[in-house]
Nanobody
Framework: QAQLMESGGGLVQPGGSLRLSCAASGSIYSVGKMSWFRQAPGKQRELVAAITGGDSTSYADSVKGRFTISRDIAKNTMYLQMTSLKPEDTAAYYC???????????????WGQGTQVTVSS
């Protein structure tokens, strides 16, 4: 049973930086695509960045050039380095991962509980 745990959120001033982490644990055979989503008050949840098993990355236009997604060598932890933060980046950030279990070719989708990022003076 896979579990995802986000950390690293908090309060930061405009122009500041934060690094979010997402750790996957449990009886996971392998982890496929991992993504960061965010949801601001009154808005739909949106994709921020994604990274594949081959380390191919993609970003929303609103964060391109400011955020960097990465994962560790063991492929069990994902990071989102956030720089030049703006008030409009304020949202709850959620980790999403596609995981596979031993003996099964079918993917399973999991979400973390979320971590709050607030950008304000």
């Amino acid at each position: 049973q896979a579990q995802l745990m986000e950390s690293g959120g908090g309060l930061v001033q405009p122009g500041g930086s934060l690094r979010l982490s997402c750790a996957a644990s449990g009886s996971i055979y392998s982890v496929g695509k991992m993504s960061w989503f965010r949801q601001a008050p009154g808005k739909q949840r949106e994709l921020v960045a994604a990274i594949t098993g081959g380390d191919s990355t993609s970003y929303a236009d609103s964060v391109k050039g400011r955020f960097t997604i990465s994962r560790d060598i063991a492929k069990n932890t994902m990071y989102l380095q956030m720089t030049s933060l703006k008030p409009e980046d304020t949202a709850a950030y959620y980790c999403n991962a596609v995981v596979y279990y031993r003996g099964s070719p079918y993917p399973h989708d999991y979400w973390g509980q979320g971590t709050q990022v607030t950008v304000s003076s």
